[in-house]
């Protein structure tokens, strides 16, 4: 063993504690999954309210309207399918 390395025990237990508590990483997920939904949701909503209500005052510009958005859309689902693995 060099100078560098561990004793065996110690690389043990800093392993044990950078894996983390597998409830709290799995709320996290689920946490993070809501909130990606939710934005997609949130991006649905405004191409379609800009196409069937387009009378109702704007608070906000949309730029780029509907390519934003819905560029939104698909990188939200994309890191969606990557929270399961």
């Known amino acids: 063993m060099d100078e560098f390395s561990p004793p065996p ?6 392993q ?6 597998p409830l709290l990483a799995g709320r996290l997920d689920g946490a993070l999954r809501v909130g990606l939904l939710a934005f997609v949701v949130v991006c649905v909503a405004v ?3 800009r196409y069937r209500r387009p009378d109702l005052p704007r608070t906000f510009p949309t730029p780029g309207m509907p390519v934003v958005p819905l560029i939104g859309v698909g990188f939200s689902l994309w890191l969606i399918s ?3 693995r």
């Open 9 to 14: 025990e110690e690389s043990r237990e800093s």
């Open 16 to 21: 044990k504690h950078m894996q983390g508590d």
């Open 47 to 49: 191409i379609v309210l």
């Open 82 to 84: 990557f929270l399961d």
